[in-house]
């Protein structure tokens, strides 16, 4: 059993409870609206305080800069940790319009980054736009944004790039499809503690484009008898060493796994959905579900059990349960 399928079996109880029976949206049927806000600046004042720790700077064949920030002597700097969502809002809950359709009527998904925020709203259904439309949203400003690509979850979605100055925002196109009344959870924010996880990155590191790759050792080697590794596999090897979290720079792969177990959780709500309205006392056969109060017990214990996949005390790196390319690499080439 996967943990999505564990995380969805926790909000059922076993099959013993019906997740819309038990539900505490309001009696009274009213399609209501929810906005979730991804924000990781949000995310780290949520999770004080910001843990700090020293790391031996690589050995290195080629002069590289630490900020000033986190210099702290010779061969020393501070590891600089990234608030982390587990359960990314922007790269996994708002790709899974199917998981969002249980939360509320209408749900937007907000991306807040650097003081700009970029929207998504997203509803269980996508409306597939005309080659016109397509082509109208492309050109804004006499500026052709050729990058149209699907929507993740739906192949008839779209997503339309437009400009706005300088910056690139993106939405996705959806249709109406309300299939519950009220909200599953009022307080639900992805940007809580308990959706956070704190990972070393390379931020101490001033232009760490430049300094990759050059030759470098890591704490445990020994510059006069070993053989030099990659700068930045070295760096990351001393991080996780010392921190005992993975590496964090992009992770593709890791939000696309996040989604699929999101899925899972969808899966079991869809099943407990029909055996709702199949039910005896269930005396009406139509019209909307209120929204699963128990979404959020799913929700918590699939970031708890994501969580558990980044402590490297609990687990090495492994595919697809990485969040750098970096902490595979160091698994599996410098870890017994």
């Known amino acids: 059993m996967d943990i999505g399928e564990m995380a969805a079996l926790a909000m059922t109880k076993d099959d013993t409870q019906c997740p819309f029976c038990k539900s505490k949206s309001k009696a009274k049927p009213k399609l209501e609206e929810l906005e979730l806000v991804n924000d990781s600046s949000k995310l780290a004042g949520n999770s004080k305080p910001k843990p700090k720790k020293k790391i031996d700077s690589p050995p290195c064949n080629a002069d590289y800069l630490i900020f000033e920030d986190y210099w702290k002597g010779k061969d020393k700097s501070e590891v600089v940790p990234n608030a982390h969502h587990v359960i990314p809002g922007n790269a996994a809950l708002a790709r899974t319009p199917k998981v969002l359709r249980w939360m509320a009527a209408k749900v937007s998904v907000k991306k807040v980054e650097k003081g700009a925020t970029v929207s998504k709203t997203v509803r269980s259904k996508a409306k597939k736009q005309s080659a016109a439309a397509r082509k109208k949203a492309g050109k804004i400003g006499g500026k052709q944004i050729v990058d149209t690509r699907p929507l993740v979850e739906d192949k008839a979605g779209e997503i339309a790039w437009t400009v706005q100055g300088k910056k690139i925002d993106r939405h996705y196109k959806p249709v109406k499809d309300d299939y519950v009344f009220g909200i599953f959870y009022d307080e639900f924010d992805i940007n809580l503690r308990l959706n956070n996880i704190w990972l070393p990155s390379h931020c101490a590191i001033a232009d760490w ?89 799913a929700l918590r214990k699939l970031s708890r059990l994501t969580k558990d996949k980044l402590d490297i005390a609990k687990t090495f790196p492994e595919h697809p349960w990485y969040t750098s390319k970096l902490a595979l690499k160091v698994s599996d080439k410098y870890w017994d």
């Open 209 to 297: 484009t430049a300094v990759k790759r050059k030759p470098a050792w890591h704490m445990n080697q020994d510059p006069e008898k070993d053989k030099p590794i990659p700068f930045e596999e070295a760096y990351a090897y001393n991080a996780m060493e010392v921190f005992y979290t993975q590496f964090h720079d992009s992770h593709g792969t890791y939000s696309k796994e996040v989604v699929k177990q999101l899925k899972k959780i969808d899966a079991k709500l869809t099943e407990s959905a029909k055996k709702c309205l199949q039910h005896p006392n269930t005396k009406s056969k139509k019209g909307h579900y209120p929204a699963p109060t128990n979404l959020i017990i």
